[in-house]
């Protein structure tokens, strides 16, 4: 009998590694995953980024011959009005560009930061996976060094409705 127990928990330390080597394999391919899915998002934001620049300087330059051309029109080219209405259409496209790098630098943060706690769950579960496979391991020497030290006592190792239940096995 102490064989067979010893043939069982082989095979189920062998099982054990088995499914934790291939849980390691598909955490890397999530992960893998998830930095593509990550590395697409922010190419997709700096794109939309991009064209909200070229939208504010457009917007800027419209608006700056605008100026331009109202005074033009009204005999006030070059007066201080004009030029103080150009300086503060720079100013204000200035800071809309200012404020959108400093969204955009959040947001690329945000996701480092992310996918940083990612691959920490992604080593703490692999830990995990480890620890079983140690446990599994413990449990077949606990097992093989209780089946060597009773086959030489010559004792048979109790049964389990009495090693678990009450001390009459019921």
Request: aromatic residues 2%; charged residues 10%; positive net charge.
């Amino acid at each position: 009998m102490p064989q067979a127990a010893l043939v069982v928990v082989a095979v189920a330390a062998a099982a054990s590694t088995y499914t934790a080597v291939q849980q390691n394999r598909a955490q890397k391919k999530a992960a893998g995953a998830q930095q593509e899915a990550a590395d697409t998002a922010a190419a997709q934001q700096k794109n939309q980024e991009m064209e909200a620049r070229r939208q504010q300087i457009r917007q800027q330059r419209i608006r700056a011959a605008q100026v331009q051309q109202a005074a033009a029109n009204s005999g006030a080219s070059q007066s201080s009005g004009e030029l103080g209405s150009l300086s503060a259409l720079s100013t204000n496209v200035g800071a809309n560009l200012a404020n959108m790098a400093s969204q955009a630098r959040a947001a690329d943060a945000l996701g480092a930061a992310n996918q940083r706690a990612l691959d920490a769950q992604s080593s703490a579960s692999q830990w995990g996976m480890y620890g079983g496979i140690a446990g599994s391991i413990g449990s077949l020497a606990g097992a093989a060094a209780f089946s060597s030290g009773a086959a030489q006592t010559g004792q048979q190792p109790a049964p389990i409705t009495q090693a678990v239940g009450t001390p009459t096995g019921r």
